[in-house]
């Protein structure tokens, strides 16, 4: 029989017993055979609410049936391969943010379930992993870090002068249908301007983008952005007599313009009160590709098309003109988008959106806050990297290790360890051989982990207070005192 041993550490009876109760009625669990005097230790409470210490082994047959190894659909593992990969990528997203004079914040994963509620509508409950927790309140992991940076800027309040620029990189939520570069839970990147009313913000936000993808080698052939304003919707709406309560429900519908059937989306419309005439009248605005076009149909007098005319004026002094188009369809899913809205896409269309943002001036005072002109983007670590594997751009990013310290006979492992930690006070990477092994293995190892040099101790060279450095690169060998050891 093989035992578990369960340690529970300074927790009440009152506590305890009620976890062990649940832990013997879970159906996939009662194969387990919990001793009495584990039970008894656990269960026996005497009011007092005293604490105290339980170690008693849990006995489990052996044809007790095996977990899945795998983890949860639309989850991932990250081995050491994959997190070097990430922390790649995550690096890139930090340093550009820090060029662009960005402090780094973070939220909690687990938030209220009314801040995503309130601010898209209900359509986002359907994709929340929420519930209720023990104190009877409704919490959800976050489906994205914007309203947690809202409530958090409402939080600080005065207390923080204007414009705020933050950026965060965070682990969000959503069970929503996988495809290529959607999983249930992503990394995101976000960089958010707060208290800048001029569109020279989003111009910025853009050009943090543009500089990210040219770190990693993505190029303006390669990927794009498609710019619009929801204030074009907005007087396209007014100017077909469609009311202004529709606004959010249209938004949600015309973002799925290339995801669906556009008889769906007639069909939709439909169904939200607008009319046959509106609806057809407003998909041939929204194929608009050209600024000057929708000058034509909508004027020039309007806020949206000076804030577009600005945009692309602004595009070509920061350098990237060539890496936007203006595109009428693009209104971004999200209801509290109010201004110019923005998505990355890949040009040979293979994949899902690479990154949206835009502008939520008026996403505070929907949780109680004041209004503050704010505007910001999203962009997730999956798609990003499906679109390297498809550019061939995926960088090599193997383990690297400066030094290996090897004792050569087991006496030493005393002093192979005083070698390297001399090695590391002086910031250098050391992996230490923790067992004796043949030369041979050690040769390997240094190998597969890029070691730079093999560090030996020797009994002959320690008591001269020395080492055998052998530079694994050139293979040179010498001897140096410890001391002298760089």
Aim: with cysteine; proline share 4%.
């Amino acid at each position: 029989m093989r035992a578990i041993h369960i340690v529970t550490t300074r927790l009440s009876s009152s506590f305890i017993r009620p976890i062990l109760l649940d832990f013997v009625s879970c159906s996939p669990l009662r194969q387990f055979s919990i001793p009495r005097r584990f039970i008894c230790a656990a269960t026996k409470a005497n009011g007092a609410g005293r604490s105290g210490s339980i170690v008693a082994p849990l006995v489990v047959n052996e044809d007790f049936q095996k977990i899945d190894v795998n983890p949860p659909k639309g989850t991932r593992d990250f081995p050491p391969e994959d997190m070097r990969l990430r922390n790649w990528l995550f690096n890139h997203f930090k340093e550009v943010s820090r060029l662009f004079g960005y402090e780094e914040v973070d939220f909690p994963v687990l938030e209220t379930e009314a801040l995503f509620i309130r601010k898209a509508g209900e359509e986002i409950r359907d994709q929340l992993y929420c519930f209720e927790d023990r104190g009877n309140r409704r919490v959800a992991l976050r489906p994205e870090l914007t309203p947690s940076l809202a409530r958090l800027v409402i939080q600080k309040g005065k207390s923080v002068s204007l414009p705020l620029k933050w950026f965060a990189v965070g682990q969000c939520w959503r069970y929503e249908r996988m495809t290529r570069g959607r999983r249930r839970e992503h990394y995101q990147w976000n960089m958010d301007i707060i208290g800048v009313p001029e569109v020279t913000a989003e111009a910025e936000l853009i050009s943090s983008i543009v500089t990210f993808f040219k770190r990693i080698g993505i190029t303006a052939s390669d990927v794009g952005f498609k710019v619009s304003s929801r204030k074009v919707l907005q007087e396209l709406l007014k100017k077909y007599g469609v009311p202004e309560d529709l606004f959010g429900r249209v938004c949600i519908i015309i973002d799925k313009i290339e995801k669906i059937p556009i008889d769906e989306i007639k069909k939709e419309l439909g169904f939200t009160g607008v009319s046959e005439d509106a609806i057809e009248q407003l998909l041939q605005v929204l194929s608009v590709k050209s600024l000057d076009d929708l000058e034509d149909i909508l004027g020039g007098a309007g806020e949206a098309i000076a804030d577009l005319k600005q945009l692309f004026s602004l595009a070509e002094k920061f350098g990237y003109s060539e890496w936007i188009q203006f595109d009428a369809s693009v209104v971004r899913g999200l209801a509290y988008y109010t201004g110019i809205v923005f998505e990355g896409f890949d040009r040979k269309g293979k994949l899902r959106a690479i990154c949206g943002g835009g502008r939520y001036d008026r996403l505070l005072s929907t949780y109680g806050g004041d209004d503050i002109p704010a505007c910001g983007f999203g962009f997730g670590d999956a798609v990003i990297v499906e679109l390297l594997k498809e550019k061939d751009l995926l960088p090599e990013l193997g383990q690297e290790v400066e030094n290996i310290v090897c004792a050569l006979d087991k006496d030493l492992q005393g002093a192979a360890a005083t070698v390297a930690t001399t090695l590391r006070d002086k910031g250098q990477t050391v992996d230490l051989v923790l067992e004796s092994k043949p030369l041979k293995w050690v040769f390997k190892r240094a190998a597969r982990v890029n070691a730079r040099r093999l560090v030996l101790v020797g009994k002959t060279e320690w008591e001269d207070g020395s080492v055998s450095v052998k530079v694994l690169s050139s293979g040179e060998q010498f001897q140096v005192k410890l001391n002298d050891l760089e």
